[in-house]
C-alpha cells in the first residue's frame, strides 16, 4: 500500500518543482532551505524514488518528478 507524505511535504515538493530551487521554495513558504530539502527528501525515502538531481549548481526533476508534480493537488 502506498503510503502518502504529509501535505506540507508536498507543498514543498510542488513549490521546488515550480521554482526548480529549494531555497526560493523555501522563501515562498517562509520555511527554511533545510525543511524544504527534509520534507522532499522525506517523500524520496518513503516512495524510494528520486524527484530532484543536481547537475552542477542546477536543480533538475527527474523522470518521477515530472510524473509526479502534475498531479499534486492544489492547497
Known amino acids: 500500500m502506498l503510503r502518502l507524505p504529509p ?6 515538493l510542488e513549490t521546488a ?3 526548480l ?5 523555501a522563501e515562498e513558504l517562509n520555511v ?3 525543511a524544504v530539502s527534509h520534507q522532499i527528501r522525506h ?23 515530472h510524473a ?5 493537488p492544489e492547497f
Do not use: D, K, M, N
Not at 7 to 12: E, F, N, V
Not at 43 to 65: D, M
Not at 68 to 72: D, E, R
Open 17 to 19: 518543482a515550480r521554482h
Open 7 to 12: 501535505t506540507s511535504g508536498l507543498r514543498a
Open 21 to 25: 530551487s529549494y531555497t526560493r521554495a
Open 32 to 34: 527554511t532551505q533545510s
Open 68 to 72: 509526479l508534480v502534475p498531479i499534486i
Open 43 to 65: 517523500i524520496e525515502e518513503l516512495w524510494e524514488i528520486q524527484l530532484f538531481e543536481r547537475r552542477g549548481r542546477r536543480l533538475v526533476l527527474t523522470e518521477a518528478g
